[in-house]
């Protein structure tokens, strides 16, 4: 079983290779070796899963160095259930993606990069979940940064390389803030092994350990877009095309709160560090939702929402007890899955209605009656209404908070609840003026070409200082005047025209992330049995060193 724990970043590694040597001339064959190892990494992701939480964390020192020499990869519970729910997710998005390239013809090269680019961010993302020391976690996250900056960017157009240029300054500035903590830590302990750190980190002064804590903290928040961390991400996310979007906001984030349960669980036990989290927690929280309050493009009100539920998070990480981490993990997958669905839905809302701007939507209810559905069900989930995993996840972190007793828990205890009305409050907001109210007059019609952000210029120009020549869209021009223009378009950039007939492959791969988020419901009681179980092996410690260092 050992030998599998390599294969989650193997795999997309190879199929990456085959894709960028076949890919641009033999479409149908990179896409099928995209879904085929996706496919393979889930279920290497469910094997991993169920052979962590039957014979323990599973351990491999690659090249059979011991550490603190060689790479060590480790899946525990918590890795081996990030990992499936990871997995899943990311072949849906897949799926989704080729849906929308397929209905909208993108056969250009810049698209035939994207199933490289996707396979290496997945690859990014297992790493970082298995990494078993400091300076692999780094590698995993320069994986991403790769990746992610190839896929925010995709097409050239003005608004994605402007989105992108964002992502990757904060990026490089917490990777060289990284850095330095690695230095330091190797500086004062000898070692960047997870399994040796936890020795040895105790045996440092405090003020030391409190330093080295606050810095990958911060470098952690900064990738889980925690407040006042997180102004990056609501101008980054929304200019992405759809099927990006979703993969990023459901995933990346998670990562870091990811990040942010190892190193506390495992290398700083003891929360020195609580209330700081708390408060933070309650900032993302409060801020995060008031933002998506004031919004009214789909998009940017889901990145505050984003925002918002990750404060969820972090406010377990900051209780640091058993039951809090069991909360935070289950709030953690729920997260996940709900949170790509709403931005997957929010692609196929600008393909049907010309917009994701509410003010200009309608109708949609009885236009598109199986989108409204798959609008609802994660929307409702996203609030918390019972008897939804979102609503299980939200009270396991209460009763947490209640159990501890502490003012700043009874503070987020309150804050949580504030969050979820307004959550609701924000949904609902959705639903009245896309789905449930009749569709306003200058709705763009079927057929109607959408012309992409960067065609938005002045009408007597051919250019404007955000149109990008040679990338296809110099000479985009609506057949008819739209209702809302189409920021994110195609994957290439291009315009789109709307269609009452949404895409197949696309329904179906929302259909089933929602089915995904249902599925947490249905299983609710096994799945919190297993999240208890990680937790109390988070606390623990002494299973995952025993399983690294053999004694």
């Given amino acids: 079983m050992n030998a599998l724990v390599p294969l989650p970043v193997l795999l997309p590694l190879c199929a990456t290779g085959l894709s960028l040597a076949f890919g641009t001339r033999l479409k149908q064959f990179q896409r099928f070796i995209s879904v085929a190892v996706l496919t393979a990494v889930l279920g290497l992701s469910v094997a991993l899963m169920i052979g962590a939480d039957t014979n323990g964390p599973l351990t491999v020192h690659l090249g059979d160095f011991a550490p603190p020499l060689g790479i060590t990869l480790v899946a525990d519970r918590l890795s081996g259930l990030m990992l499936t729910v990871s997995s899943a997710v990311t072949l849906c998005v897949l799926v989704y993606s080729l849906g929308q390239g397929m209905a909208d013809r993108d056969e250009e090269t810049p698209v035939a990069v994207f199933h490289p680019a996707y396979l290496i961010l997945v690859a990014g993302v297992s790493c970082t979940f298995l990494a078993g020391d400091l300076v692999n976690l780094y590698v995993g996250f320069e994986i991403m940064l790769v990746a992610s900056f190839v896929l925010l960017t995709l097409g050239g157009t003005g608004p994605r390389i402007r989105a992108g240029s964002t992502y990757v300054i904060i990026s490089l500035f917490s990777s060289m803030l990284f850095l330095t903590a690695i230095a330091m830590t190797y500086a004062a302990t000898g070692t960047a092994n997870f399994a040796q750190l936890a020795g040895r980190l105790a045996g440092l002064p405090l003020g030391v350990q409190t330093l080295i804590q606050a810095m990958l903290l911060t470098v952690f928040a900064i990738k889980a877009a925690v407040f006042p961390l997180a102004a990056w991400l609501p101008d980054s996310y929304p200019t992405a095309p759809a099927p990006v979007t979703a993969v990023f906001a459901g995933l990346l984030t998670k990562v870091g709160v990811y990040c942010m349960l190892r190193t506390e669980t495992l290398l700083f036990p003891g929360n020195r560090l609580g209330d700081l989290l708390m408060a933070a927690a309650l900032a993302s929280m409060v801020v995060g939702i008031l933002g998506a309050v004031a919004q009214t493009d789909l998009k940017r009100l889901l990145s505050f929402t984003l925002i918002s539920h990750i404060g969820y998070m972090v406010f377990g990480i900051g209780l640091a007890t058993r039951q809090a981490y069991g909360g935070a993990i289950v709030y953690v997958v729920h997260h996940i899955t709900v949170q790509t669905t709403l931005f997957l839905v929010a692609g196929l809302i600008e393909r049907r209605g010309g917009t994701t701007e509410l003010t200009r939507l309608g109708g949609l209810a009885r236009a ?100 990008m020549p040679g990338t296809g869209d110099e000479g985009v021009r609506p057949r008819h005047e739209p209702a809302g223009r189409a920021v994110a378009a195609t994957l290439h950039g291009h315009a789109v025209t709307t269609t009452t007939k949404l895409p197949h492959l696309m329904i179906w791969a929302t259909a089933a992330t929602v089915a995904l988020g249902l599925a947490f419901t249905v299983f609710a009681g096994p799945l919190t049995s297993y999240t208890d179980r990680s937790a109390a092996e988070l606390i623990a410690r002494v299973p995952y060193i025993e399983a690294v260092l053999g004694r």
């Fill in 368 to 467: 598109a009656p199986l989108l409204a559905v798959l609008f609802f069900v994660p929307a409702m989930n996203l609030a918390g209404i019972p008897p939804l995993s979102g609503f299980i996840g939200k009270l396991g972190l209460m009763r947490a908070g209640v159990a501890d007793g502490s003012v700043w828990a009874w503070i987020l205890v309150i804050g949580s609840t504030v969050t979820s009305l307004l959550t609701l409050y924000v949904m609902a907001k959705v639903w009245n003026l896309a789905f449930w109210r009749a569709a306003p007059p200058g709705q763009a019609a079927d057929g109607t070409v959408l012309e992409s952000d960067d065609d938005s210029g002045d009408d007597d120009s051919d250019e404007g200082p955000d149109r």
